[in-house]
């Protein structure tokens, strides 16, 4: 990342060129994001607020941007709602983490061009890293409803179940802590080996990169993403914290902070499922 900071990629086209200025500067990016994030969330509450007619006060609106959304999947435009929500909430996490990567890819690109040689636009490396978390939006959306249908989230998509929501933070921290995530980890902390060794110059060829790249971060990122269904789909102030936490990660290099986010999900989940065990204890017998 210290490689390219400084790159001015005047080689580049002024599009490609300002993309990279952009994701040389990851934490305005990050901070971006989540102002967008919110944005979305307040402009979700506006729609509610439109389609009932009622008038929210303080507490209710803290209370809705907190929580999740009320009962989406009603209509199919609530569904059509979901997917798109997942999208945009999908992006607004996943982007700033791959910050060092696109910029990676403007730096390297750069320097080929100061030889002639012919470059592809960093958009289309963004293209190929956004298809995939687009289609894990969709695959998250149908997961939802599926989910929804078999009563372990509630109509308001919160977690009907506290056993539920404990696998999940369990899960997800236990994952933290295998080959398969620092493996993937690694790739994203250090983009620039798998750039060097798979170099492409054609459109096909950077869109595959992307591609792959965004496999990568999938791998990474997944299981922390999922930890939205325990939640409450679409918590606003929930969606912040895990995409700050994976953008983090991303720039951090080891595993001790990824180590104490699985320490912290795995203890976290594990009060969850004693808190719905106590709820039947002690037992009464007649």
């Known amino acids: 990342m210290s490689e390219t900071a400084d790159h001015n990629f005047e080689h580049l086209s002024p599009a490609a060129a300002g993309l990279g200025h952009i994701f040389a500067r990851p934490k305005i990016l990050a901070a971006f994001c989540v102002i967008t994030l919110a944005g979305v969330g307040w402009s979700y509450i506006g729609l509610l607020v439109g389609g009932t007619g009622k008038t929210l006060d303080g507490p209710s609106v803290l209370q809705t941007l907190c929580g999740p959304l009320l009962n989406p999947l009603a209509s199919m435009s609530g569904v059509a709602a979901v997917v798109l929500m997942w999208g945009a909430m999908t992006l607004a996490m996943m982007l700033p983490s791959a910050a060092p990567m696109i910029m990676t890819y403007a730096g390297i690109a750069d320097t080929a061009a100061r030889k002639n040689e012919h470059v592809v636009s960093p958009l289309v490396l963004s293209a190929g890293y956004a298809a995939i978390w687009f289609g894990f939006s969709v695959v998250a959306a149908l997961a939802q409803i599926v989910l929804t249908r078999a009563a372990l989230l509630d109509t308001s998509m919160a977690s009907a179940s506290g056993l539920?929501?404990?696998?999940?933070?369990?899960?997800?921290?236990?994952?933290q802590f295998s080959a398969l995530k620092h493996a993937c980890l690694n790739r994203c902390q250090h983009p620039f080996p798998f750039f060097f060794a798979n170099w492409a110059t054609?459109?096909?060829?950077?869109?595959?990169?992307?591609?792959?790249?965004?496999?990568?971060c999938l791998g990474c990122c997944w299981a922390i993403?999922?930890?939205m269904f325990a939640v409450g789909v679409m918590n606003a102030m929930w969606m912040?914290?895990?995409?700050?936490?994976?953008?983090?990660?991303?720039?951090?290099?080891?595993?001790?902070?990824t180590q104490i986010i699985g320490v912290a999900l795995i203890v976290g989940g594990v009060g969850i499922v004693v808190a719905a065990f106590a709820v039947y204890w002690p037992v009464r017998t007649s």
Request: hydrophobic share 50%; glycine share 20%; charged share 10%.
């Open 202 to 216: 054609t459109t096909r060829g950077v869109f595959q990169l992307g591609l792959k790249q965004g496999a990568y």
């Open 240 to 257: 912040a914290g895990l995409g700050g936490i994976m953008t983090i990660e991303k720039m951090l290099t080891g595993r001790r902070f």
């Open 164 to 175: 539920f929501s404990g696998v999940i933070f369990i899960g997800a921290g236990l994952y």
């Open 225 to 227: 993403m999922l930890v």
